[in-house]
């Protein structure tokens, strides 16, 4: 423990030297007590999206080998960069020693060292969404046209960007603002939203060839999509957040079936869902469900065994802790122990929690956040 702070002192000394006219706000520190030091899981990032127009993304960690929980370590790692990390963080992930955080509003996909946080680059997007990566790539969905609902908004695209230079080496076209992306046996499937061009909204998932990355095919799916996540015996679920009317959010699963090349739609789950995180033949859910009519949201939580394609519990937090959370809006399942991770973004506009929960859906801990956590990847040792 001694070390740990003997190494920050000096990024900190850095951090309140380099700039004169703008504050470096330092990290904070707060003890968990969760270690884990003979996981092969080091921490996990977490990114907090910041409100739109507000500057305040902002990189959370928690490592398991002191059990000490780190807020806003970006600014301090980095006192160098002008406006920190930027303009809401919608996504973040880790491949090989680099961590990427993309940066929605500010047009960009940030790229850290992912042991210190120290920035090595940045990839410029417009609109960027999402990241995945992929045989020595990063492929980031993005909208394309500007942060701007518009019944003529752009086609959206998928751009695919060399991991060891930064540079975008290829891009192709999709459906409307395209979100979520999963790779099957060398094809990608992108979830098309059509968000910007309410009610008109896309209701495809695009399937790109990666060999020459062309869109190959749109396979309707339902509208409004959103979240895409493959389940380890490569099903893709996929969720719809309908039109916020009279058409409810669902979950849909796509699957490849005897005498066909590509995916199609086999079922529809009737569960709402935001967002989900599987873990073995486990996906774990929660949904809250905006309606215009109402006025308020309808939130819930839930387990889907992915082989039956069944619903197996109304709800994976079992010691009634969920009444603690105001706007469930992020959720991860720790790969080895099976800890269940769920944010809260309580008012979009101030400081948010990070739940853990037990396998068994009991509290464990939860700490203060950034503003609006959103987003988990786990770093490895």
């Known amino acids: 423990m ?37 996981s092969h899981i080091r921490g996990l990032y977490l990114v907090n999206e910041g409100n739109m127009g507000s500057n305040k993304c902002t990189l959370d960690f928690y490592d398991y080998m002191t059990g000490l929980y780190s807020r806003n370590l970006y600014s301090e790692r980095n006192p160098n960069v002008i406006k920190e990390l930027g303009d809401v963080g919608n ?46 790539h990063a492929y980031v969905s993005s909208y394309v046209g500007p942060v701007l609902i518009d019944p003529d908004a752009p086609k959206g695209a998928v ?100 005498g066909y090349n590509q995916m199609v739609v086999t079922d529809t789950i009737p569960v709402a869902c935001s967002n989900m995180a599987i873990k073995g033949d486990s996906l774990f859910y929660y949904a809250t469900e905006w309606n215009n009519f109402t006025a308020s949201n309808t939130i819930s939580y839930g387990i889907i065994d992915v082989r039956t394609k069944q619903i197996i519990s109304d709800n994976f937090i079992t010691d009634g802790t969920e009444k603690e959370i105001t706007i469930p809006y992020g959720i991860a399942v720790h790969p080895e122990s099976g800890d269940i991770f769920v944010t809260d973004a309580k008012n979009y506009v101030s400081s948010g929690t990070l739940y853990c929960f037990t396998p068994d859906g009991k509290k464990k801990w939860s700490v203060r956040t950034g503003d609006i956590p ?5 770093l490895t040792k």
């Open 91 to 136: 996504d973040i992930g880790i491949y090989g020693s680099k961590l990427y955080v993309v940066v929605n509003c500010s047009h960009k996909v940030e790229v850290l060292d992912a042991r210190s946080g120290v920035r090595l680059g940045q990839i410029d997007i417009p609109n960027c969404r999402y990241v995945r990566f992929h045989r020595g």
């Open 374 to 378: 959103a987003h988990i990847a786990f």
């Open 159 to 258: 751009f695919e960007v060399d991991t060891l230079t930064f540079g975008i080496t290829r891009k192709v076209s999709v459906g409307y603002q395209p979100e979520e992306m999963e790779i099957v046996n060398d094809y990608m499937y992108v979830a098309n939203s059509g968000g910007y061009r309410v009610p008109d909204y896309d209701n495809t998932v695009s399937v790109i060839q990666m060999i020459d990355f062309k869109q190959v095919q749109q396979i309707p799916v339902g509208i409004n999509l959103h979240r895409l996540k493959k389940d380890r015996y490569d099903k893709l679920w996929v969720s719809s957040r309908g039109n916020y009317q009279d058409v409810p959010s669902r979950l849909f699963v796509m699957e490849r079936k005897p």
């Open 2 to 38: 001694k070390n740990f702070f003997l190494y920050f002192l000096p990024l900190l000394m850095v951090a309140t030297s380099c700039r004169e006219d703008e504050l470096v706000v330092p990290t904070e520190y707060e003890i968990i007590g969760d270690e884990r030091p003979a």
